[in-house]
């Protein structure tokens, strides 16, 4: 307590003691004094309340405030999901400028697909696009976006198609490191659960190390893949017995494609549909070529 404080509250118990000491007609004429002094405080500040709310303003009723006040949440919650909504779009909207200017600068003959199909079980192993035989789309075609190789196709019928994803071990891709002369073979890794799976790069030489975000494309080995696509980044190297592998972050976000391009392959072989005739398409099953 500071010394000013001790003042004060000194002062005010000698004043007590006084007020206490006094003849009880004084003391009644004191308190008196004391009260109209807080009562003109009191008024001047009713005076300022009905100022800033007058006393003429009708009061409504609990519920109609209520009611007000649930219909201005609502209005908020619409409003908020109009906005949301609105992001979406113009994300969406860019995404597909992107897009767009991909295909337009792209070298190769690409055909645009959506994927409507994706299982849980299957979810880092296949999915099915729209685009089949009738759109150009052979077995064994590679399938990309603009971030890089998504997969190939496995199967083609009229109208769609199932692509086996880079994620899965059943499709190798023959790959290269960026900067280097060092080559081997892309696959997915086996029974992958994670969020966003890694991809390893098998059959490097031992001494290849190479450093981490260090950036691995197709090789162009086997002829299936063109070479120079983005298969992802290395992330940490690691010596076997016989050879070196690369752990690979694909480039891909195999979490979130939606649209997805599959380059047309050049004089595919032709095969009969349902009906008996031939047209221009790739085989029904995919080969065991990289």
């Known amino acids: 307590m500071t010394r ?65 006040n649930a219909a201005l949440r609502l209005q908020n919650a619409q409003l908020e999901i109009q906005s949301q909504e609105l992001d979406r779009l113009l ?10 200017d991909f ?7 690409l055909i645009p697909s959506k994927i409507i199909g994706r299982e849980t079980p299957t979810w880092w192993n296949t999915v099915v696009i729209n685009r089949g035989y009738r759109q150009n789309v052979s077995v064994d075609s590679p399938v990309v976006t603009d971030a890089g190789l998504v997969g190939k196709t496995i199967l083609v019928e009229a109208n769609s ?18 900067g280097s002369k060092e080559q081997g073979i892309a696959t997915g890794a086996r029974g992958a659960t994670k969020l966003s799976p890694d991809l390893r790069l098998r059959f490097l030489s031992k001494d290849a ?25 290395v992330k940490e190297f690691q010596k076997l017995d016989l050879y070196g592998e690369a752990l690979l972050r694909p480039a891909v976000d195999f979490g979130e494609i939606t649209y997805v391009f599959v380059i047309e392959r ?18 029904v099953t995919a080969s065991d070529d990289l």
């Open 161 to 178: 198609s199932v692509v086996v994803l880079l994620t899965d071990e059943r499709c190798r891709v023959g790959a290269k490191i960026a």
């Open 103 to 109: 295909e337009q600068g792209s070298v190769f003959s």
């Open 4 to 68: 000013a404080n001790l003042v004060a509250l000194v002062a005010f118990a000698g004043l007590l003691v006084w007020v206490f000491t006094l003849k009880p007609e004084v003391r009644t004429g004191f308190q008196e004094k004391v009260l109209g002094v807080f009562s003109k405080v009191q008024n001047a500040g009713d005076k300022v309340r009905e100022a800033v709310i007058p006393d003429d303003e009708p009061k409504r009723p609990y519920d109609e405030i209520a009611e007000e």
């Open 266 to 283: 050049q004089n595919p072989p032709p095969i009969s549909d349902a009906s008996g005739s031939e047209e221009r398409v790739g085989a």
């Open 209 to 233: 190390d190479p450093s981490p975000g260090t950036k691995v494309y197709t090789s162009n080995a086997g002829g299936l893949f063109p070479s120079g696509i983005a298969i992802g980044e």
């Open 91 to 100: 994300t969406e909207n860019s995404r597909f400028r992107e897009l767009l």
